[in-house]
């Protein structure tokens, strides 16, 4: 039973930022194993998918291979799961667009990141994310990265979003974690830790759960260490936290999240191959021996099924 303190979690728990994955050559999206990889995550505890984000490779997917791959993750899971759909881009029109299509598809929610590379005012923030708020029904989870963005979202105008109706949320990969602690008081905001290394002093400070990309190779650890939290347990989850540290530091650390993400997973066995599209490189035979070594040496994750594989 959840504790009186839980905070509210409109968009669940145990998010997975999930990977798009792809044909041998990358050439096309390869919706049978999107669909066993979704099904695969949901099994060991992920309660929240977002699809089509940065780790999903979303700069370098067509739109028409957005919405196949959300409508294929749909019909794995079923209606139970909450799948939130990436509509954030540097063209509010196309945000826009991007939204209303997701809507129609039956999402249950839109990840809308800061507008990145034209570093726009922070009126032009509000501004674009209020349309895309405004153009469908759908809850909305803002996204402050600004390490990709290069403009994070300032406190005040977090403020004046969390006003829109729609604005229930937002994914944190800032790690301000003294101004989020003040706006979790001030608003109704849901946070999401959005940065692996730091899942749990989000939760201990209020977070409503996490959106991960280390969770792919280890959601069983990701719903324990919620757990814990919520049972007040806290030094289990501060077990849990070390025994995530050397996998967060394989995954996040090195080489793009993305890119060891699907190593991960086809260690596992997971995804039949790693295949990323340029201007993501693969990874180095060293980066892929380290990363099968954070895997056999971790507990509770899926075991190493494929020896690790030359890459040069």
Do not use: C
């Not at 995530?244 to 793009?256: E, Q, Y």
């Amino acid at each position: 039973m959840n504790s009186p303190t839980t905070p509210r979690r409109p968009f669940g728990t145990v998010g997975i930022a999930m990977v798009t994955p792809f044909s041998a050559d990358g050439e096309s999206v390869d919706l049978d194993a999107a669909q066993a990889l979704a099904a695969d995550l949901v099994a060991d505890g992920t309660d929240l998918l977002v699809l089509n984000g940065t780790t999903g490779e979303s700069p370098t997917t067509q739109d028409e291979e957005k919405f196949a791959v959300v409508q294929a993750v749909r019909e794995a899971v079923g209606p139970e799961v909450t799948i939130v759909a990436g509509a954030g881009s540097n063209d509010t029109r196309h945000s826009v667009d991007l939204a209303r299509r997701a809507a129609a598809l039956g999402v249950d929610g839109l990840l809308v990141v800061t507008p990145y590379y034209s570093k726009p005012s922070q009126e032009g923030i509000i501004s674009h994310i209020e349309a895309v708020a405004d153009a469908t029904d759908l809850p909305v989870m803002l996204y402050d990265i600004p390490g990709r963005t290069g403009v994070a979202l300032a406190a005040d105008t977090i403020r004046r979003l969390a006003e829109h109706p729609r604005v229930l949320a937002l994914k944190d990969a800032k790690g301000d974690l003294q101004q989020s602690t003040l706006l979790m008081a001030e608003t109704e905001l849901a946070y999401y830790s959005g940065e692996d290394a730091l899942n749990l002093p989000w939760l201990a400070v209020g977070a409503s759960g996490l959106v991960s990309v280390v969770g792919h190779v280890a959601p069983g650890l990701e719903k324990a260490l919620v757990e814990a939290v919520d049972r007040g347990d806290l030094a289990g989850a501060t077990d849990l936290h070390r025994r995530l540290a050397p996998l967060v530091d394989a995954v996040m650390t090195h080489i793009p999240g993305v890119v060891a993400a699907k190593v991960g997973l086809h260690l596992q066995g997971r995804l039949p191959h790693a295949a990323v599209r340029g201007p993501h490189a693969p990874a180095d035979e060293q980066a892929v021996r380290a990363i099968s070594d954070a895997l056999a040496a971790a507990e509770g994750v899926p075991p190493v099924r494929n020896a690790p594989w030359r890459t040069r």
